[in-house]
């Protein structure tokens, strides 16, 4: 199993993220599906009666990508390896897949055919096990989606009757032998329903990108329990934030000796909730860049009440002030949190670490910080990535060198999109830079020929492509 | 390492001694500035846009994230532009310990980065709209936290438009007839004005490269 989970070393970092995108697990035990949760704060339960759940990574890739380096493992055995210590060694049947719908049919499809344990998509068995899937598994996920979306059986049925004899009649015996069959065609025949599931059971032969059928899928977020709130009725109106903010500050702390909101448990989504003079409702949304403690900033709550402060002057001061009316009653309730880790102590570590740090100074500011990894790319605007996290912070040292002397050369400020270049007589061609070969293949460019021009005292990296037109592509600060 | 203890100096509200100082590696330069930028104050760079006189800043960052793992962070207010990671990493610049953000009122919006000692070295480039009270705070927390914040000034600085609260004030330029990078001290420092090549700043990155 481990060699059909493991991934070459040479795999580029994207497709590792991407392979963990969506996870799908038969689990019964109430605990377990609990402890699952560790995993990734976003998961769902599919259907009640199967007990099958699925598991949102990308929430928590970083994190997973971060550890697995720290260990010097690949990710997805990894991943693995946390899965069978919550099973405890038992058996399970999941699937691991790029999107939700293929990681649900392939788990359905592993435990038809009883190979446990968690099943890559792209590995041979993964494939193997999509390419036999059934009529009967195909049609009995069909009727899940229908539920799900609450499109009414007879629809389902009616489709399912018409679309049965046809395959009959075609001697098409399982799903995939009708792969490449256009969706419109499924929907002029079949129904809208059907060609929807169409789609997403085989998107990249429908030509439906992976955010797509990612956005397509009808997700409800699994809760287990009520979220954590606290209200508070004020005795006066209240419009200014000096005075608002100390009864925050309370009711922030009141929250942390709930029961419900356990003390290694870390914040990702607040809503307050403001109730005006007129009794009008706004549900401010307060965001956090990285899973926040409430219970470490107790009592001072500086990080939840700047990320409240800048929320509450972006969406409602301008309103308040036009309304002319103060705020009455608001609730406080954590919408989304990152469950406590059972099995490894914290799911973010509470070291004195810079990265630590960094996190809790991100959660403060208005403005993300940019991080940037550098990715082995010729061309100047393909040559780096714009991280959002800090956790990626080891990355960059997987690049290599080759590219340092072309880099000494080119300018520290780039503009996003090169634009016209126009010579008057105030330009001054300067020395002659490189020639790099251009992606012809998207472009039809088919190389670059860089100066460094000067105009109006401005040095400028411009560059002239085949057909002789200038370009602007970068300045020289 | 030293940029571990966040917040804890606001904590005590003790103003401890930062005897450090940033050097770039240019001799004339480390000379001119007597041995380097002092931590713990706020300088104030005349640099024109467009001249490549922002390289002259690097080779100080470098060396604070090589000799001391210094954090830097780049606050940018020039809109329409983007950072050339791989033109930094090639002039020695460790991105992994290096942060930047567009901001065009940093003093707002990136106030918490300013009250904790995480970022040692600050650099705000073309920030527009920096009041005088907003240099009284800069300089305040650098003193407090030791950090090393650097205004750039898109134009050239003048004795008639002062600045009481900077410690250090000097204009750049490029002389295109020479193609030398002219520095001259306003304050602070003896006034000199040196001129430096910029061959001499692509060997310095090369070597702490």
């Known amino acids: 199993m481990a060699a059909v989970l493991s991934l070459s070393p040479s795999s580029p970092r994207d497709q590792n993220d991407e392979i963990l995108a969506f996870i799908a697990i038969f689990c019964s035990n109430e605990k377990q599906a609990d402890v699952l949760q560790n995993l990734s704060p976003k998961t769902m339960l599919w259907v009640d009666s199967d007990n099958l759940r699925l598991i949102d990574m990308r929430a928590c890739s970083d994190f997973w990508r971060h550890s697995a380096r720290q260990r010097g493992m690949d990710v997805s055995l990894y991943v693995q390896q946390q899965i069978s210590e919550i099973f405890a060694g038992e058996d399970y049947y999941g699937a691991a897949a790029f999107t939700p719908w293929e990681a649900l049919l392939l788990a359905k499809a592993a435990r038809e055919k009883g190979f446990r344990g968690l099943i890559h998509f792209s590995s041979r068995l993964g494939k193997n096990l999509l390419r036999g899937l059934s009529w009967d598994l195909w049609w009995e996920s069909c009727g899940e989606y229908a539920l799900r979306k609450k499109i009414p059986d007879s629809l389902l049925n009616k489709a399912k009757s018409a679309m049965s004899i046809a395959m009959r009649r075609l001697g098409c015996q399982r799903p995939e032998q009708l792969r490449t069959l256009p969706s419109p065609h499924i929907r002029r025949r079949f129904g809208s329903l059907v060609a929807e599931v169409w789609q997403l059971s085989f998107p990249e032969r429908q030509g439906l990108e992976r955010k797509d059928a990612i956005s397509f899928f009808p997700w409800e977020a699994y809760t287990t329990s009520q979220s954590p709130c606290v209200k508070r009725h004020l005795d006066h109106e209240l419009r200014e934030w000096n005075s608002i903010e100390e009864l ?29 003079c007129n009794l009008q409702v706004y549900p401010i949304v307060i965001l956090f860049r990285h899973p926040h403690s409430l219970h470490q900033d107790c009592p001072s709550q500086r990080t939840a009440l700047l990320q409240i402060n800048y929320a509450f002057e972006k969406n409602f001061s301008l309103k308040a002030s036009s309304l002319e009316t103060g705020l009455i009653s608001w609730q406080i309730e954590i919408m989304e949190k990152a469950p406590a880790r059972l099995r490894q102590g914290s799911l973010f570590h509470e070291s004195s670490d810079d990265l630590q740090c960094l996190k809790q100074l991100e959660n403060m500011i208005k403005k993300p910080l940019e991080f940037f990894t550098l990715s082995d790319d010729w061309l100047a605007e393909d040559s ?16 290599t060198t080759n590219y340092l002397p072309l880099a000494a050369g080119r300018p520290l400020f780039l503009y996003p999109d090169a634009q016209n270049f126009l010579c008057d007589q ?37 560059y002239r492509d085949q057909q002789g037109s200038w370009y602007t592509q970068g300045i020289y600060g | 390492m030293e940029t571990n203890s966040f917040n804890r100096l606001q904590e005590l509200k003790l103003a401890p001694q930062f005897n450090r100082r940033l050097l770039s590696g240019l001799t004339a330069l480390d000379s001119m500035l007597d041995g380097g930028l002092t931590e713990g104050e706020l300088s104030e760079w005349g640099m024109p846009w467009g001249q490549g006189l922002r390289e002259l800043m690097l080779p100080f960052l470098a060396r604070a994230q090589r000799d001391y793992s210094y954090w830097v962070l780049w606050v940018y207010g020039r809109q329409h532009v983007a950072i050339n990671p791989w033109a930094w990493h090639a002039r020695a610049i460790d991105l992994n310990s290096t942060r930047f953000v567009y901001s065009q009122d940093p003093m707002q919006e990136l106030r918490a980065l300013f009250l904790s000692d995480f970022f040692r070295v600050i650099v705000l480039d073309q920030v527009p709209h920096l009041k005088e009270e907003d240099c009284q705070h800069l300089a305040r927390n650098a003193r407090t936290y030791g950090q090393s914040i650097i205004i750039l000034r898109p134009g050239l600085l003048t004795h008639e438009q002062g600045n009481i609260w900077t410690r250090l004030r000097l204009n ?31 060997a310095l990155s090369r070597n702490i490269v």
């Open chain 1, 248 to 276: 925050l500050r309370e009711d922030l702390n009141r929250l942390c000796v709930l029961g419900s909101f356990k003390k290694e448990e870390r914040i990702l989504i607040l809503e307050w909730r403001i109730v005006l």
């Open chain 2, 172 to 202: 750049c330029h490029y002389d295109f007839e020479s193609q030398r990078i002219a520095v001259h001290v306003l304050k602070g420092r003896a006034p000199r004005t040196i001129s430096i090549f910029p061959s001499d700043l692509a």
């Open chain 1, 426 to 462: 105030l330009t001054r061609v300067g020395h002659f830079q490189e020639r790099t070969m251009d992606k012809w293949w998207k472009s039809g460019n088919r190389s670059r020929d860089y100066y460094r021009m000067t105009q109006n005292e401005t040095m400028l990296w411009v």
């Open chain 1, 384 to 399: 780096f990535h714009k991280e959002a996290s800090s956790l990626s912070v080891e990355a960059s040292e997987e690049s």
